[in-house]
């Protein structure tokens, strides 16, 4: 199993709203408002292709907020919400991999790819994971660490620089 990896372009809007829609049964025009008001970050994302020039994964990063995120966290812990928004982070939008290359080193090569990057620019990694999603623990043996809850999500924060 070879692959390589490519950055992603707002080009490669049209892949991430079909593999939003075909993987986790979103609504399509949902997903096209997502990717117009998320501010998508298309140079840390990253897309990944096997030999056959199939896409067999898709790290979409994004720009936007905590509390863009999560209306709840504002109203609830605004002094949280204060301290995080003090430091520099990027979000983790989605992170999906076709079904034949889960437990391989696909998901670990695409994270790894863009982690100089990552370090060298942000604090923290924002981590949102919808409760019915399987990827908490995945998240977690990264080094994640939940730092808030709503009726939606679980909110990680994985630090890249701590010391």
């Not at 390589?4 to 593999?19: F, G, K, Q």
């Not at 994004?62 to 003090?86: C, F, H, Q, T, V």
């Amino acid at each position: 199993m070879s692959y390589t990896l490519h950055r992603m372009t707002s080009a490669d809007a049209p892949l991430t709203i079909e593999w939003l829609v075909r993987q986790y049964g979103f609504d399509r025009h949902e997903v096209e408002r997502w990717l117009q008001c998320y501010r998508f970050n298309w140079p840390l994302s990253v897309k990944a292709v096997d030999d056959d020039g199939d896409v067999i994964g898709l790290l979409n990063m994004s720009d936007y907020r905590i509390e863009e995120e999560s209306g709840y966290i504002e109203a609830e812990r605004p002094d949280l919400l204060k301290r995080l928004n003090e430091m520099r982070y990027v979000a983790v939008f989605s992170f999906i991999v076709k079904d034949a290359y889960r437990g391989t080193r696909l998901n670990y090569d695409m994270l790894m790819s863009i982690m100089p990057e990552l370090r060298q620019s942000y604090d923290f990694v924002f981590i949102p994971v919808m409760h019915r999603l399987k990827t908490h623990q995945y998240w977690q043996r990264w080094g994640a660490t939940e730092f808030y809850r709503d009726k939606d999500c679980v909110y990680y924060w994985l630090m890249l620089n701590a010391e």
